[in-house]
C-alpha cells in the first residue's frame, strides 16, 4: 500500500513537472534568422528559425525549386528550377513570385547549371548549355556563360572564352560593389564585368609554399564569414611521402592571403563554420558509423569527436546564435542538435523534402547581410 | 664548380633538374667520366624523384558518374559521387526525390528532366505519403 502511495506521489510531481520540463525544450531557441527552403511542392518555405515554424509558403510557377540566390538586401530571391530551364524572381517581402523566363525556345532546351545575380539586380550570369532536339539525333552546346538582362529577359553579352579556360565547373560570384566578377575552379580568376577582361588570377592550385602539395578547398559561402573570406577545410597530399592531408584555411580574397594549418590526416568529414568564426562543426559519415566533429579554430586543433547515431547524407550547419546544429538535408525533417552536448533535441518534420537550405542569419527582410548560392 | 653525378640516383636527379632548367645539361658538366653503370636505365626510370619545390604530378580525377547515379539497370547499384556507397540514403525514401531530381536513374525512378518533370506533384514529402506516387510506364 505504501509503494502505491509512493508511485501515485512520483507520478504527481511527474506531471506537475511535465508542463515545465516541455516548455523549457520548447523556448530553446536557435537565434533570430530565416531558414529559407526549397520544397518537392513547387515552393519556397520561410522558416522562422526562433522556433523552426514554417512561417510562409511562396508557391513558385516554375516547378520544384533548386538553386537559390539572394540579393544582397535579402528581399528578393532569385530561383532556378530543378529542371534547369528557368529563372524565377520571388518578392520576400510580399511574398510572392514576381517574374520569371527562360532561354529555352522550340526544340532547344537550354540548361542552366549555375547562376550568379548582380548586385545591382539589373542582370543574370548564367553558366548554360543548349540541347537542340533534331530528328536523328541532340545537338549540344558549347558551354558558355550568358549575361541576361532581368528586365527584357534577353541576352545581352557571352563572357569570353578566353576568360579562364576552367569555368564550367566553377562557382561565380560577384564582388560586393558588383565590379568584379570571381571565378572559383582550381585557380581563382578576377574578371572585370565590363567587358568580362581577365585582371587579375590567383593559382591557388599551385602549391603556396616549398614543400606543400596542391591544396584542394571549397569556397562555398559560409553566412557567418566575413565578406570576401573564406573558411573551410582544405586537403592535400604530401608530394614527399604521399600522405593525404587536412587542415583549416582562411582565405582573403581581397588581399590574395591564406592563412592555414593542418590538423592531421585526411579523413571523410565536412566543414561548417560557427558564428564568431571561433569554432567549426563537422559530420564524419560512413556506413552505420557518424560523429560530429568539433573544431577549435583558435587553438588550431580538433576539440572533440562524438559518435551519434546519423544516417546518410546529412548536412549541417550551425544556428545562428551558435547554441544549436541543424541537421538536414535528403528527406523532409530538420534534426536540432545542441552544439555542445551534441544530444538531439528535437526533431521538425515538414510537409515537404527538401532540395535547398539557406539560413541567414538576423532578421532575413531588413538585415541587408550575405547570401548564400 | 659543377658536380657529377658518382651513381644511378644522382644521375636521375641531375636528369630531372636538367627538365626543370635548374643545372646545365651534364654533358656541359667538368669532371671524370661517369662510372660504368651510373646511365644505366636513365630513361626507363626517368623523372622519379620529386622535388620538393618542383612541379607536382596531376592528380587522377575522380570518377565521372554521368548526372551523379547509374545509368545502367542494375537494381540495387547506385553509387554516390565519390564513387562509393557511404553516401546513399537510408531510408531509401529520402533519396527518392533527389535521384529523380536532375540525376535520373532511368531504370528506378522516372527522369524529371524530360519525361515526367510533375511526377513528385501528389506527394510532397516522400516518406510520409509515397504511396501516392504516380506508376510511370515509358
Redesign the interface.
Known sequence: MADMSDKMSYLAVLIALLPAALAAQQVRSGGNGTIYMG????AVYVIDEATLEVTERIPVTT??P?LMQLSPDNRTMYVRD???EHIEVVDLVEGRSIDSFTLSEGNTRVRIRSMAVDPGGEYVLLGARSYTKLLDRFEIGEFSILRVDLDSHEVTDTVPTSVGEQRQGANLMFSPDGDLLYFFGRDIIAVETGNFTEVDRWELSQ?LE??L??M?MSFQRSPYDEEGIFTNLFRM?D??QGRQMMGIARVNLAEQDVDFYTLGPSE?VSFALAPGGRKGYGLR???GFYEFWTFDLEGRRVESRVEFPG???MSLVPSSNGELLYIYN???TIDVYDADTHELLRTVW????M?RFLLVPGDAATNGGGSQG | MALKPINRKADRMVTYLEHQGAVPPAEQMAGPVDPAGANAGVDENAEDV?A??GR?PE?PEIPHIPLGCSLVFAPGWEVDEAGG??????PV???L??CH??CFWPAHVPD??NHS?DW??K??????DWRKLEMIFP
Open positions: 520544397a518537392y511542392n513547387e516547378g520544384i533548386n530543378a529542371a534547369m602549391p616549398e614543400g602539395g596542391r584542394n597530399t608530394p614527399v571523410r559519415s560512413e556506413i544516417r546518410p547524407r535528403a528527406g523532409n515538414l510537409d515537404a523534402d532540395t | 620529386v620538393l619545390g607536382l592528380i556507397t557511404a553516401g546513399l540514403c537510408q525514401e529520402r533519396d526525390f533527389d531530381l536532375a524529371q528532366l518533370p513528385t506533384g506527394c510532397a514529402a516522400a516518406q510520409n
